[in-house]
């Protein structure tokens, strides 16, 4: 089943601390969200791209599509302060019906398999996230005391793709924008007007990077998927 992706790019970075988005970083001399475009753009499932980057890196992105010849980009949309804010903004350059996925251009190891069962999920249910069961003991902690350790069997790391009935995402995104609220991810949003969210098992590799330890991560995956 065909879909469209919004990959909100339009992030700083920070938390890397490479002095520039951290998209623009390269893994095997490709940008990062080059490699996360690569495998929207050979699927032949995915109809359409919709990407949300900042003004100042317009010009490097607009070289580097043209570049990897990224064909599949239906619109380009400059993002807002909060992330929710640039999918907000992909969302209205989107389709009116069908299958959305969001999709963080900073998870370059997406893998495809994971994104046909997320459209096959969202389409059935209305709304699916791909996750991975949480590998750590997780305590609650008070200062520098632990109140209580979290029964880790219920517990699931939440990653992108998310996937949705466009008509669900745009009712959730509106109510999150009348009534103030600021998701962590699509869902959380999605839960607040009431609807069942499913869970798509997803994998491990599948990291999204954030801070400088993620690019050796990185480059061990990319060696694993792409010799
Ligand atoms: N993002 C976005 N618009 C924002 C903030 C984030 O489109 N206002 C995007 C990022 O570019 C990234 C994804 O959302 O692809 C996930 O966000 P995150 O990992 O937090 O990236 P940054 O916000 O760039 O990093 P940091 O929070 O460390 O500044
Ligand atoms: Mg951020």
Redesign the pocket.
Known sequence: MAYEVII?????????GAGK???LLELKGIPVFIHTLQVFERDEKCDGIVL?ISPQDEEEFNILLKEHQIKKIKAIVY?????Q??VYHGLEAAGSEGIILVH???RPFIDVPTIHKSVHVANEYGAAVVAVPVKDTIKRVLYDEVVETVDRSSLWAIQTPQAFRISILKEAHQHAKDTGFLGTDEASLVERIQHPVKIVEGSYDNI?L?TKEDLYFAEAILKKMKG
């Open positions: 909100p790019a339009a992030g700083q970075g920070k938390r890397m988005n951290k998209l949300a993002g807002g302060k909060e992330r804010d640039s963080d251009a900073a999204k954030t």
